[in-house]
């Protein structure tokens, strides 16, 4: 049974991370792009954190009566990266913003038509 | 950005400080419960961005001025490698926070406080100064909208 | 969470993507609690859902469009994407069973900080011991890199923050030239 839950958990994680490549990949629109990214850096904190899971276990905070813990090192590398996450959105955002200012658009065909006229 | 409607600015009045508090107390709890410096950081600035949403950015700009933003930013890292800083000079390898007290696990406990500190100023300060950022744009698009339907 | 991806991949309206993103976050925080990962989750939801989604709605409200279709048909995407998918899929297999106490990955440096953070650091959580002291420098370089996204922000929106009434025309900026 474990297994089956083992497994499931990996491929929901592989799914999420293939669709939000996807989204960056094959679609043009810039905003759209920036949620792609978002969901493929989530699917990897939750790649992360699966394995620092232990069954019975309890969050590592150290509390009378609890013996066994999870894995603290996970969340505090994942506590990083989610910031770092939002830094990098934010960041985009704000290319996207400059993008939409100068050139009027931010769908990738329309932005190629221009470059490749002008 | 809305302004009229009166359901939001009742409950944003109510809200805001609840928000803040529990900022406030998610980070000085960082220690003995889920918490610390980011989570804390980003929920006062949300806080302070729900006030700009419902009474608009020059409401919010005359709480928190930009120029304080401003400041706060690079602060909070200054804060930070203070604190290593520190360490380095009484004694200890840089980050050490054990020679900060008598008893060095007080000293790492001093360390964790400042740092958590540090962290909460320069999160929260970033935030905001982003939505500052792309508020002020937002405000400034809606001018040239209002003056164009005008004429 | 699948449901709500292949939402966002299906929807063209922008505004129903920022808000599928949106639940996406909650549901990944709900999913987080559930792994025991407390403070990741907490840090996640204020992120994710609270403070992306408020960016994403300001930068519609910028730039106002709706998706355009697709131009091409994203067969080369679709392969590549599944193709990875499917060598991901073959790589899990070899991953130990999931919630074990004897997995390799929790033998060696956690032990070391579940018994002995509280004693060295006076501090029952482990993840903020291990966040500030333990692994203060990655801390260090993590504040530092939000510093540089907030400056770098600040300097690709700079006109924002300048009230330039006296300026007829928003798009004319000096500052085109000089970036």
Known sequence: MTTILADLNYWVTVFLLVGG???????????????????????????????GKILGGTPPIIA????????????????????????????GLALVVRIHRSYGTIEEDELHDLESDA | MMRDTIILRVVAKLLLPAILIFAFYVQFHG????????????????????????????????????????????????????????????????????PLRADPGDGQHLGILIVEAGVFITVASTMLAIFYGFGGLADEADAAAAEEGEE | MVITVVGIIRAHNLFAVVMLGSVYSFL??????????????????AVGAGMSTVLLLAVLHLTKTREAPLRHKPYIPLFVCL???????????????????????????????????????????????????????DTLGEVTVIFTAGIGVLILLASGLRRRRENADPLQDPKDDAI
């Open chain 1, 21 to 51: 490549l996807y989204i960056v990949v094959a679609h043009g629109n810039m905003i759209k792009k920036l949620v792609g990214l978002s969901i493929f850096q989530t699917s990897v904190y939750l790649l992360f954190l699966s394995p």
């Open chain 1, 64 to 91: 009378e009566g609890f013996d066994v813990y999870s894995n603290p090192l996970p969340h505090v590398l994942i506590l990083t990266a989610i910031v770092v996450g939002v830094a990098t959105i934010a960041l």
């Open chain 2, 31 to 98: 220690d003995y419960g889920p918490g610390g410096g980011f989570q804390a950081g980003v929920a006062a600035a949300g806080a302070i961005i729900l006030y700009g949403m419902i009474f608009g950015i020059p409401a919010a700009q005359h709480v928190i001025p930009t120029t304080v933003v401003q400041v706060m930013v690079p602060l909070g890292v200054l804060i930070f490698a203070g604190t290593g800083v520190l360490g380095l000079m009484l004694g200890e390898n840089y980050l050490n926070y054990s």
């Open chain 3, 28 to 45: 990944m925080a709900t999913v987080m609690v559930i792994l025991d990962a407390v403070d990741v989750s907490m840090t996640e939801a």
């Open chain 3, 83 to 137: 193709l990875t998918g499917g060598a991901l899929v073959y790589g899990t297999l070899d991953l130990p069973p999931f919630g074990e106490a004897n997995a390799p990955q929790n033998q060696h440096v956690a032990p070391y900080y579940i018994e002995n953070a509280e004693h060295e650091t006076h501090s029952p959580n482990i993840v903020t011991a291990v966040l500030a002291s333990y692994r203060g420098y």
